[in-house]
Protein backbone atom coordinates (compact mmCIF):
# COMPACT_ATOMS: atom_id res chain seq x y z
CA UNK A 1 0.00 0.00 0.00
CA UNK A 2 3.12 2.26 0.72
CA UNK A 3 4.59 2.08 -2.45
CA UNK A 4 1.18 2.65 -4.14
CA UNK A 5 0.96 5.74 -2.62
CA UNK A 6 4.43 6.76 -2.97
CA UNK A 7 3.82 6.08 -6.81
CA UNK A 8 0.58 8.09 -7.37
CA UNK A 9 2.33 11.15 -5.69
CA UNK A 10 5.26 10.93 -7.81
CA UNK A 11 3.02 9.97 -10.78
CA UNK A 12 0.72 13.21 -9.97
CA UNK A 13 4.01 15.16 -9.59
CA UNK A 14 5.63 14.34 -12.86
CA UNK A 15 2.21 15.07 -14.53
CA UNK A 16 2.11 18.76 -12.59
CA UNK A 17 5.32 19.44 -13.05
CA UNK A 18 5.08 18.55 -16.96
CA UNK A 19 1.53 20.18 -17.51
CA UNK A 20 2.91 23.45 -15.16
CA UNK A 21 5.79 23.72 -17.85
CA UNK A 22 3.63 23.75 -21.42
CA UNK A 23 2.10 27.19 -19.91
CA UNK A 24 5.31 28.94 -18.63
CA UNK A 25 5.45 31.84 -19.37
CA UNK A 26 8.31 33.75 -21.20
CA UNK A 27 9.78 37.21 -22.06
CA UNK A 28 8.40 38.01 -25.78
CA UNK A 29 10.38 41.64 -27.60
CA UNK A 30 11.55 42.63 -30.42
CA UNK A 31 11.51 45.08 -32.98
CA UNK A 32 9.45 45.75 -36.11
CA UNK A 33 10.04 47.93 -39.03
CA UNK A 34 7.37 48.38 -41.53
CA UNK A 35 5.68 49.75 -44.29
CA UNK A 36 1.82 50.38 -45.01
CA UNK A 37 0.10 49.18 -48.31
CA UNK A 38 -3.35 49.48 -49.46
CA UNK A 39 -5.55 48.87 -45.66
CA UNK A 40 -2.78 46.90 -44.24
CA UNK A 41 0.99 47.68 -42.15
CA UNK A 42 3.73 45.11 -43.49
CA UNK A 43 6.88 44.35 -41.63
CA UNK A 44 9.57 42.08 -40.13
CA UNK A 45 11.65 42.07 -37.46
CA UNK A 46 13.90 40.13 -34.81
CA UNK A 47 11.56 38.84 -31.97
CA UNK A 48 12.82 36.94 -28.80
CA UNK A 49 10.94 34.16 -26.88
CA UNK A 50 12.10 33.49 -24.23
CA UNK A 51 15.73 32.67 -24.93
CA UNK A 52 14.97 32.20 -28.83
CA UNK A 53 15.55 34.77 -31.41
CA UNK A 54 12.92 34.49 -34.24
CA UNK A 55 12.58 36.13 -37.75
CA UNK A 56 8.58 37.11 -37.87
CA UNK A 57 7.09 38.72 -40.82
CA UNK A 58 4.01 40.39 -39.86
CA UNK A 59 0.65 41.67 -41.09
CA UNK A 60 -1.56 43.93 -39.38
CA UNK A 61 -4.52 45.11 -40.27
CA UNK A 62 -6.29 47.83 -38.83
CA UNK A 63 -9.82 46.68 -37.79
CA UNK A 64 -10.94 50.07 -36.01
CA UNK A 65 -10.02 53.72 -36.05
CA UNK A 66 -12.15 56.37 -34.49
CA UNK A 67 -10.62 60.14 -34.98
CA UNK A 68 -10.44 62.83 -32.29
CA UNK A 69 -8.85 65.74 -33.65
CA UNK A 70 -4.93 65.17 -33.46
CA UNK A 71 -5.66 61.59 -31.30
CA UNK A 72 -6.62 58.31 -32.73
CA UNK A 73 -8.02 55.18 -30.94
CA UNK A 74 -8.22 51.94 -32.77
CA UNK A 75 -7.94 48.08 -33.05
CA UNK A 76 -5.56 46.15 -35.21
CA UNK A 77 -5.09 42.51 -35.56
CA UNK A 78 -1.18 41.66 -36.49
CA UNK A 79 -0.32 38.27 -37.73
CA UNK A 80 3.06 36.99 -36.54
CA UNK A 81 4.83 34.88 -39.17
CA UNK A 82 7.72 33.10 -37.46
CA UNK A 83 8.15 30.50 -40.36
CA UNK A 84 7.45 26.60 -40.52
CA UNK A 85 4.06 26.71 -39.96
CA UNK A 86 4.73 28.75 -36.62
CA UNK A 87 2.38 31.84 -36.11
CA UNK A 88 -0.12 34.07 -33.83
CA UNK A 89 -2.07 36.92 -33.92
CA UNK A 90 -1.66 40.36 -31.98
CA UNK A 91 -4.87 41.44 -31.21
CA UNK A 92 -4.28 45.01 -30.35
CA UNK A 93 -6.39 48.48 -29.33
CA UNK A 94 -3.72 51.87 -29.55
CA UNK A 95 -3.68 55.62 -29.38
CA UNK A 96 -1.80 57.67 -31.37
CA UNK A 97 -1.36 61.57 -31.62
CA UNK A 98 0.51 63.79 -34.18
CA UNK A 99 3.80 64.81 -33.22
CA UNK A 100 3.88 67.03 -36.30
CA UNK A 101 2.18 67.78 -39.36
CA UNK A 102 1.13 63.63 -40.29
CA UNK A 103 -0.21 64.79 -43.58
CA UNK A 104 3.18 66.50 -44.26
CA UNK A 105 6.48 65.27 -46.47
CA UNK A 106 7.78 64.77 -42.51
CA UNK A 107 4.76 64.01 -40.90
CA UNK A 108 5.21 61.81 -37.46
CA UNK A 109 2.65 60.29 -35.30
CA UNK A 110 3.53 58.44 -32.15
CA UNK A 111 0.96 55.19 -31.66
CA UNK A 112 0.65 53.49 -28.09
CA UNK A 113 -0.36 50.17 -28.14
CA UNK A 114 -1.73 47.19 -25.80
CA UNK A 115 -2.99 44.05 -26.64
CA UNK A 116 -3.08 40.04 -25.90
CA UNK A 117 -1.70 37.17 -28.31
CA UNK A 118 -4.58 35.03 -29.63
CA UNK A 119 -5.17 32.06 -32.68
CA UNK A 120 -1.85 30.51 -32.80
CA UNK A 121 -0.51 27.75 -35.00
CA UNK A 122 2.75 25.61 -34.26
CA UNK A 123 4.69 26.51 -31.49
CA UNK A 124 2.22 28.97 -30.66
CA UNK A 125 -0.99 26.79 -30.67
CA UNK A 126 -1.69 27.25 -27.07
CA UNK A 127 -0.07 30.72 -26.80
CA UNK A 128 -1.38 33.29 -24.19
CA UNK A 129 -0.26 36.22 -22.82
CA UNK A 130 -0.22 40.44 -22.86
CA UNK A 131 2.38 42.64 -24.93
CA UNK A 132 2.66 46.47 -25.40
CA UNK A 133 4.43 48.06 -28.03
CA UNK A 134 5.07 51.53 -28.94
CA UNK A 135 6.92 53.71 -31.62
CA UNK A 136 6.71 55.95 -34.43
CA UNK A 137 4.86 55.72 -37.65
CA UNK A 138 4.07 58.67 -40.50
CA UNK A 139 5.98 59.71 -43.92
CA UNK A 140 8.96 61.03 -41.69
CA UNK A 141 10.08 57.78 -40.39
CA UNK A 142 12.85 56.57 -41.67
CA UNK A 143 13.74 52.45 -41.54
CA UNK A 144 17.39 51.37 -41.61
CA UNK A 145 19.04 50.77 -45.01
CA UNK A 146 19.22 47.11 -44.09
CA UNK A 147 15.00 46.81 -44.27
CA UNK A 148 13.77 46.85 -47.95
CA UNK A 149 9.81 48.03 -47.86
CA UNK A 150 7.63 46.40 -50.01
CA UNK A 151 4.80 47.90 -52.14
CA UNK A 152 4.04 51.25 -49.85
CA UNK A 153 1.51 54.33 -49.82
CA UNK A 154 4.56 56.06 -47.98
CA UNK A 155 4.01 55.52 -44.28
CA UNK A 156 6.18 53.39 -41.99
CA UNK A 157 6.30 52.60 -38.34
CA UNK A 158 8.95 51.57 -36.05
CA UNK A 159 7.46 49.13 -33.35
CA UNK A 160 9.26 48.09 -30.55
CA UNK A 161 7.40 45.46 -28.33
CA UNK A 162 7.82 43.98 -24.70
CA UNK A 163 5.72 41.47 -22.91
CA UNK A 164 4.94 37.93 -21.28
CA UNK A 165 4.24 35.09 -23.69
CA UNK A 166 2.66 31.57 -22.08
CA UNK A 167 2.49 28.30 -23.34
CA UNK A 168 4.49 28.22 -26.02
CA UNK A 169 5.71 24.65 -27.21
CA UNK A 170 9.67 24.03 -27.30
CA UNK A 171 9.67 22.68 -30.52
CA UNK A 172 7.78 24.38 -33.61
CA UNK A 173 6.41 22.38 -36.57
CA UNK A 174 8.30 20.69 -38.78
CA UNK A 175 8.45 21.77 -42.75
Known amino acids: MRFRLTLLFVL ?72 GGNKVELLTEYVTEHHTDAVAKDGLFHVNEI ?31 NIKPGTNDGMFWIGQYNGMICGVAAEGKKK
Not at 13 to 39: K, M, R
Not at 124 to 144: D, E, H, Y
Open 12 to 83: SFILTVCAAAQDQCVPFGGTLYGWHNGNAWHGEGDFTVGRKTMHATVVDTNTGNTKYGDMWLGTETAVFDFG
Open 115 to 145: GSFANGEGMFKNAWGRFSSQGPFGPGVTLPA
